[in-house]
């Protein structure tokens, strides 16, 4: 455990914020002895911090979950259940699971992040979300030091969401394990997005496999999404807002050409954040150290001394600017942090 920590290296918003304490934690033994030594200690699990915002130093302890494993729970001719620690590396084990033709998850290439915060708010991409392989979340109950199984259906998932994000469990849980269930046969490739088209196209592959999709996927992100160690962000900014049938038709008629997408609530529609935010004349504005990025609307970045409040502030200012412009209220995805 080390004293007056710089959380800097640990949030890819590159933010300069300290902590009180810091453990590097490898295994679940030690998780629940920082419980039992400190109970009165406000705590933060921590795992690569490309989804956080900290405002202020933290006055607690920060968990690093670094606890690194995976093994096979089960296996039929088709399909295969692995269990994988929380503190693997997100894009490490979709790489992985391509390379055993494992197949669910090669959509899901190059997502910043730990596999044991991936199905906090569900992470997805490209067609695919997480719960779609996730058959259950184990988790340490912070207060009782029990562990707590979630059953995916327990786990109440939905675009950018599970019953982790609910404030009451906010740091209630520790996610240790994760168990997904990936195809070994007869895989259902996911090739829907026109970029991923375009890519196979262009390298001339009629039958792709799960590598040629993890390629085009990785390709895509790299040309619009800014690399953290170049520029500190933490991805999409706001969620991709719902909207009712009435407010899309007003919508559409003002701007035939906005792009949405149908979701499976009926009568309801997503419009994509960053095309709203780009239409408001957001998108490649720099104030200071903070910004829009130019390639993608939805990505405020940090460009050298930023602080959490200035990112923050600048996220006020263009949250307000859409519900002006369009009367819908943009949500967070990054979990403010103070
Ligand atoms: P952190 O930022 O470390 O933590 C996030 C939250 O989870 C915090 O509140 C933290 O306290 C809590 N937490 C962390 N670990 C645990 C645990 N083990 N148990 C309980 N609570 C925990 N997301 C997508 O869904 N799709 C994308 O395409 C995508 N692209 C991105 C691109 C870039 C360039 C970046 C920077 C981010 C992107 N993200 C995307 C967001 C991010 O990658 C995901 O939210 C990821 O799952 C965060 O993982 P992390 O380990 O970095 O979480
Ligand atoms: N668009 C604009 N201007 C912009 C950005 C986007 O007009 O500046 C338009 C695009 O032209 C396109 C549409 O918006 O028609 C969607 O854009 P894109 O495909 O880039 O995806 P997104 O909706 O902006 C979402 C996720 C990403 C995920 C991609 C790919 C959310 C909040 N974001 O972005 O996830 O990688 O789709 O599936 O759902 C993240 O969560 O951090 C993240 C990066």
């Given at each position: 455990?080390?004293?007056?920590?710089?959380?800097?290296?640990?949030?890819?918003?590159?933010i300069e914020a300290k902590t009180d304490w810091f453990a590097d934690i490898d295994?679940?033994?030690?998780?629940?002895?920082?419980?039992?030594?400190?109970?009165?200690?406000?705590?933060?699990?921590?795992?690569?911090?490309?989804?956080?915002?900290?405002?202020?130093?933290?006055?607690?302890?920060?968990?690093?979950?670094?606890?690194?494993?995976?093994?096979?729970?089960?296996?039929?001719?088709?399909?295969?259940?692995?269990?994988?620690?929380?503190?693997?590396?997100?894009?490490?084990?979709?790489?992985?699971?391509?390379?055993?033709?494992?197949?669910?998850?090669?959509?899901?290439?190059?997502?910043?992040?730990?596999?044991?915060?991936?199905?906090?708010?569900?992470i997805g991409a490209y067609g695919v979300e997480v719960?779609?392989?996730?058959?259950?979340?184990?988790?340490?109950?912070?207060?009782?030091?029990?562990?707590?199984?979630f059953s995916k259906t327990e786990c109440q998932f939905n675009y950018r969401h599970s019953i982790f994000k609910l404030p009451e469990n906010k740091g209630r849980y520790f996610i240790n394990e994760v168990h997904f269930k990936l195809t070994k046969k007869n895989h259902a490739l996911k090739t829907g997005y026109g970029a991923i088209q375009n890519i196979l196209q262009q390298r001339k592959i009629i039958q792709p496999g799960l590598k040629d999709i993890a390629d085009a996927v990785i390709e895509i992100r790299q040309s619009k999404l800014p690399d953290p160690k170049e520029i500190g962000n933490a991805g999409s900014f706001f969620?991709?807002?719902?909207?009712?049938?009435?407010?899309?038709?007003?919508?559409?008629q003002k701007h035939p050409e906005m792009p949405y997408y149908k979701t499976t609530v009926t009568?309801?529609?997503?419009?994509?954040?960053?095309?709203?935010?780009?239409?408001?004349?957001?998108?490649?504005?720099?104030?200071?150290?903070?910004?829009?990025?130019?390639?993608?609307a939805l990505v405020l970045v940090n460009y050298g001394e930023a602080t959490g409040l200035e990112?923050?502030?600048?996220?006020?200012?263009?949250?307000?600017?859409?519900?002006?412009?369009?009367?819908?209220?943009?949500?967070?995805?990054v979990n403010f942090i103070g």
């Open positions: 455990m080390q004293k007056n920590v710089s959380l800097k290296p640990y949030n890819t918003f590159g295994s679940e033994e030690q998780v629940l002895t920082i419980i039992d030594d400190l109970p009165q200690m406000p705590k933060l699990i921590l795992g690569e911090g490309s989804n956080v915002l900290f405002l202020k130093d933290f006055e607690g302890i920060v968990l690093h979950n670094n606890i690194k494993g995976k093994r096979i729970v089960d296996e039929t001719d088709n399909d295969i259940t692995i269990a994988v620690k929380g503190g693997e590396k997100w894009h490490d084990f979709v790489m992985w699971a391509v390379h055993h033709n494992y197949g669910g998850i090669e959509n899901l290439a190059l997502i910043p992040g730990k596999v044991g915060t991936a199905p906090i708010q569900n719960k779609d392989v996730i058959t259950e979340v184990h988790t340490l109950n912070m207060q009782n030091c029990l562990p707590n199984i969620k991709n807002p719902y909207v009712d049938e009435q407010k899309f038709i007003k919508l559409l009568e309801t529609y997503k419009i994509p954040a960053g095309w709203l935010i780009e239409q408001a004349g957001w998108k490649g504005k720099r104030f200071g150290s903070v910004g829009v990025h130019p390639k993608q990112i923050k502030n600048l996220a006020d200012q263009i949250r307000e600017d859409i519900q002006d412009k369009f009367d819908i209220t943009l949500q967070p995805e």
